[in-house]
């Protein structure tokens, strides 16, 4: 039961949901009508879903009452008496700004789809179906201590508290639309296993080098052996240790630490087993959703893609270095763009701190999961980037009807049925087939079809041989091993960091945060800095997972996870700050393989510079951190200045452009003329070396190619410059044809007149909702959609604003939130992210932070109650019924 006093509908104030990726629609004629039909419903419908943010509500459940506190922005601080009580208020307020993106995801995380949307997501459900993201889920669950599955249940409570006194549109407006073309679905209530699933789609938002690893075996079929080997060691060089930086230099010796995790860090295989890998369990409307021809493809549209800019900055700085004497704390993760964005901005606070109730904790957190994943407590402070190891392997298997070979022997697969429920559709069994390495992938995407068809390529770079013993009417298929796919420990990681007092406690939740695998960077109230690699790290066998490897043999199996106390740490380095940018983490004498799929460390050395630039000017401020979260500087783009210095071109137009070079200062700013002549020329430049050869570009983004390319400007004579299919012979000719290129681009888009050039246009971002907005049709698109905002930085820049190389100018992904926190005194901390804490389309925290976000503005995050008090503008009880 719910009731509610003073219940006027105020301004709403919303959490944030993780992305889920872009959705495109194709809708069919019928829409158009319900295009029509909306102007009559639209006003009524769009603000009855905007949630009570004050006065009182008495609701089921709760034991005491709870203080939910929102300032301007619609960001909540809320206050309980227990524990219990403060995560069933994030659920019910979680639910509040964001439940149709919450109710989404778990249908995106449990291969669902199709029962919201149709046939035509059936493929889709299928290849999520196949991963089995929500069965790992549900055993993680199983396997939780009781106070962190009280927590999870209570936060399901909180939700279901809310979505119990409202119900279709009353929820969020894009039920309206969906009860149109599906008019008998209908949320079902929220359980813990729906919010642990999200962080499996969050690990594969973060997953690495599949692609990559996939894009060299293809592009080894495709050539002999030698020119394949000589060409993949191009396109994918080595880390450039002489030129930038590791993470930890030098490895700190500590203490023993106590972690949570000795399961995930065992030298045992998975589910325990003996070593070798361990049995994986895998787990008619009128709206067509457009369908996807890849399995990779299929999963990155709903849930996120690895493509350009996925990653993420976050570097501390010891008091040493600051004006204050205390230590600084900076981040902004890499994701891709979405609206709402993926954060959500939340304070938990127990009324009194103690044993029964430990929370004291303010930062980012993700609809539909309860606690804070990134942010600060009263006594530390704490940051992710993406790890970038290889944590995904792909395994070649030999299958011989329901069997596989291995060690010499056939084995059988496993087969489970699974069941499709279709909207408006008839039921769809699904047959999923794993081997002991995971779920069996080739049928489901071109990419790895062509692989199993052909599988010779990759396995000769393997320095593998087909099975002895194997019959000629035997097939190849591709199976995936990643380590998502096994139960972990992420889940309880969330409640240990948040309530970590010393670098101790830090490393005992470090030690619990095994999937998805990121750099956390440290700092605490005692001055004290600190690094700490985490994750389920594999150690592999005869293979090292650059390409496909051989499953019918053992000896390229995973043989165990890195020991926790053998990852890389560093305590209080003498240099007096920590940088992570997804750059390697040690170097290459390390006694583990982490991966050779790093990027390449241009924004990490950037940032090591200016905070040392700036340290040797003065001590280092707060403003200091903002101002080199912003800097645009394109690595690539001084290289390029240098080189077009000598280049004639044909043609007063090009001639002026490329003179715009000679005096830039290489920033990405967003009113620069010659950052948009240098960034169409960049990627005319790419596409005339490598795509008109029908070579494909590494999936790891734009900061790889800065290294190829940067390395051919060195060497005139490499041959590559030469590219008999646009006739071009040598470097000036490449160079100067791609300068005359990027002026025809650049002046069919912004005019012939360079002095109105500018970057921020050319590179603008248009915020599309994940769901509805991409419909295809204008008045439900204007519905959700937002912008275009111009925007500065790009690709492999501080200021990461991805775009994809030779498809459009466009972000794509964006520093998803950025935050900067004073250990001298928290309430001078700041922080914002990509669009505003509500998901309800025309609610004025909608998109109410990213103006700010897009010129580096942040604003500032009250933690004290002085502080908070004094940022209130709304304030919510809720009370137990009766």
């Known amino acids: 039961m719910m009731t509610a006093s003073n219940a006027t509908t105020p301004p709403t104030r919303v959490p944030l949901a993780v ?43 709760l034991q005491d009452e709870v203080t939910v506190q929102r300032d301007d922005r619609g960001v909540p601080t809320i206050t309980a008496q227990s524990s219990d009580d403060l995560f069933y208020a994030q659920g019910f307020v979680h639910a509040q700004d964001r439940f149709f993106e919450m109710d989404f995801r778990r249908h995106v995380t449990s291969g669902r789809v199709a029962e919201m949307f149709g046939e035509s997501q059936a493929a889709t459900d299928a290849f999520l179906r196949t991963l089995g993201w929500r069965e790992v889920a549900e055993r993680e669950v199983e396997a939780m201590d009781d106070t962190t599955l009280s927590y999870y249940e209570a936060y399901a409570a909180g939700v279901n508290a809310y979505l119990s006194s409202r119900s279709g549109a009353e929820l969020s407006l894009e039920y309206a639309v969906i009860g149109m073309q599906n008019p008998d679905y209908a949320p079902e209530p929220w359980e813990p296993a729906d919010s642990v699933a999200w962080l499996k789609a969050m690990a594969w938002d973060l997953r690495g080098n599949v692609e990559d690893e996939t894009d060299r075996a293809l592009l080894a079929a495709g050539l002999d052996e030698e020119t394949a080997q000589a060409t993949i060691e191009q396109l994918y060089p080595e880390y450039p240790f002489d030129e930038n930086p590791v993470i930890v230099p030098k490895i700190s010796t500590l203490p023993a630490s106590e972690t949570g995790a000795d399961a995930a860090f065992s030298s045992e295989g998975p589910h325990g087993t003996d070593g070798t890998e361990g049995e994986l369990q895998q787990a008619a409307t009128t709206i067509d959703w457009q369908e996807t021809s890849s399995v990779i493809e299929a ?14 900055n976050s570097w501390v700085v010891s008091g040493e270095l600051t004006e204050s004497g205390m230590p600084l704390l900076a981040n902004d993760p890499h994701l891709g763009a979405s609206l709402p964005s ?111 068809a052909d599988p010779a390529p990759a396995l000769g770079a393997a320095g593998a041989t087909p099975p002895a013993g194997a019959g000629e009417d035997a097939e190849y298929a591709v199976s995936i091993r990643w380590t998502a796919l096994d139960p972990g420990t992420a889940s309880t990681a969330i409640f240990a960091l948040s309530t970590a007092q010393d670098f101790d406690g830090f490393r005992r939740a470090a030690s619990l945060f095994d999937v998805p695998a990121q750099n956390l960077v440290y700092a605490d109230t005692e ?37 926790f106390e053998d990852l ?82 044909k043609g007063a137009g090009p001639s002026e452009a490329v003179d715009l070079l000679t005096t830039w200062d290489a920033q ?90 500018n970057w921020g246009d050319l590179h603008a971002i248009t915020l599309t909702s994940d769901t509805l907005g991409a419909s295809g049709i204008a008045p439900i698109e ?69 103006v700010d976000w897009s010129t580096g503005i942040q604003n500032p995050w009250p933690f004290s109650a002085k502080a908070i008090g004094a940022a209130t503008t709304d304030e919510l009880v809720l009370r137990p019924a009766g």
């Open 782 to 850: 204007a519905l959700f959609n937002r912008g275009p905002f111009p925007v500065s930085g790009g690709a492999s820049v501080v200021n990461a604003t991805g775009w994809d190389l030779g498809t459009s100018y466009a972000t794509t992904t964006v520093p998803s939130m950025r935050m900067v926190i004073d250990l001298s005194d928290f309430d001078a901390s700041t922080w914002n992210h990509l669009t505003g804490a509500s998901g309800h389309a025309f609610h004025e925290n909608y998109t109410d932070q990213t």
């Open 19 to 61: 992305r889920i990726g872009r959705i495109a629609f194709l809708v069919v004629a019928s829409v158009v009508v319900l295009a029509v039909a909306a102007a009559f419903f639209v006003t009524f419908t769009i603000q009855r879903s905007f949630p009570q943010t004050t006065g009182e509500i008495e609701v089921d459940g």
């Open 668 to 757: 990405n700013a967003a009113s620069s003329a010659a950052a948009a002549y240098a960034n169409v020329l960049w990627s005319n430049l790419v596409q005339n070396l490598f795509v008109e050869r029908d070579v494909p570009l590494p999936a790891s983004g734009q900061g790889r190619m800065f290294t190829v390319i940067g390395e051919l400007l060195e060497d005139p004579s490499d041959p590559l410059w030469t590219n008999e299919t646009i006739g071009v012979e040598g470097m000036t000719e490449m160079l100067a044809l791609s300068a005359e290129e990027a002026y025809d681009e650049l002046a069919a888009i912004q005019g012939t007149a360079i002095s109105r050039w």
């Open 299 to 312: 999963a990155s549209v709903l849930v996120g893609d690895v493509g350009e800019g996925i990653g993420s």
């Open 342 to 452: 993926v954060w959500y901005q939340v304070q938990l606070k127990c009324a009194e701190v103690d044993e029964a109730c430990p929370f004291d904790v303010g930062g980012f957190s993700f609809s539909g999961l309860p606690g804070v994943v990134i942010g600060h407590n009263a006594h530390v402070a704490w940051g992710f980037t993406n790890l970038t190891t290889d944590v995904t392997d792909l395994y070649i298997e030999r299958i011989e009807g329901d069997q596989y070979w291995r060690d010499g022997a056939l084995v059988p697969l496993e087969e489970r049925t699974e069941t499709i429920k279709v909207a408006g559709g008839d039921d769809i069994e699904l047959t999923i087939r794993s081997t002991v390495h995971g779920p069996i992938i080739s049928g489901l995407t071109d990419d790895f079809t062509a692989i199993a």
């Open 568 to 649: 890389p740490v560093s305590y209080n380095p003498a240099s007096g700050y920590i940088v992570t940018a997804n750059n390697a983490i040690v170097t290459d004498d390390y006694e583990y393989f982490l991966s050779r799929d790093w990027d390449q460390g241009y924004r990490a050395a950037r940032i090591a510079h200016l905070i040392e630039r700036r340290a040797a000017a003065a001590p280092l401020t707060a403003d200091d951190m903002r101002a080199i979260q912003m800097d645009n500087e394109m690595w690539i783009g001084k290289q390029l200045a240098i080189a077009m210095a000598d280049v004639d071109v």
């Open 527 to 563: 001055g004290n800095i600190g690094y700490q690699t985490p994750g389920r790290l594999p150690i592999r066998g005869a293979g090292d997972g650059w390409m496909p490897q051989p499953g019918w043999d053992s000896t390229f199996d995973w043989t165990g996870y890195i020991p």
